[in-house]
């Protein structure tokens, strides 16, 4: 079982800079994929970014250059670096870890707010 723990939302104003983090349980850290989705009020949760344990970085078109995907697998952490933010960046954001090299097994965090004023 692997617990993942998001970190670091909250309410910045419209050009500013938050970094998340999701901290992970567990020893199969290295083998995931892992990614960071968004959920505003009224729509679908959406992917913002994912990373692979090979460390290939994908990012939604919204975000592209603004956002940052990165881990750390000595600390079982993923960051995402939210660069330029938007107002409408404002959303809830999970944090997801998957593998079928073991599995298939499918992980999500609790969520963290972040909040963009404009």
């Known amino acids: 079982q692997v617990q993942l723990v998001e970190s670091g939302g909250g309410l910045v104003q419209a050009g500013g800079s938050l970094r998340l983090s999701c901290a992970a349980s567990?020893?199969?850290?290295?083998?995931?994929?892992m990614g960071w989705y968004r959920q505003a009020p009224g729509k679908q949760r959406e992917l913002v970014a994912g990373?692979?344990?090979?460390?290939?970085?994908n990012y939604a078109d919204s975000v592209k250059g603004r956002f940052t995907i990165s881990r750390d697998n000595t600390k079982n952490t993923v960051y995402l670096q939210m660069d330029s933010l938007k107002p409408e960046d404002t959303a809830v954001y999970f944090c997801?870890?998957?593998?079928?090299?073991?599995?298939?097994?499918?992980?999500w965090g609790q969520g963290t707010q972040v909040t963009v004023s404009s």
């Open positions: 990373i692979t344990s090979a460390r290939s970085t």
């Open positions: 997801n870890g998957r593998t079928t090299i073991v599995g298939p097994l499918d992980y």
């Open positions: 567990g020893s199969i850290f290295r083998i995931m994929t």
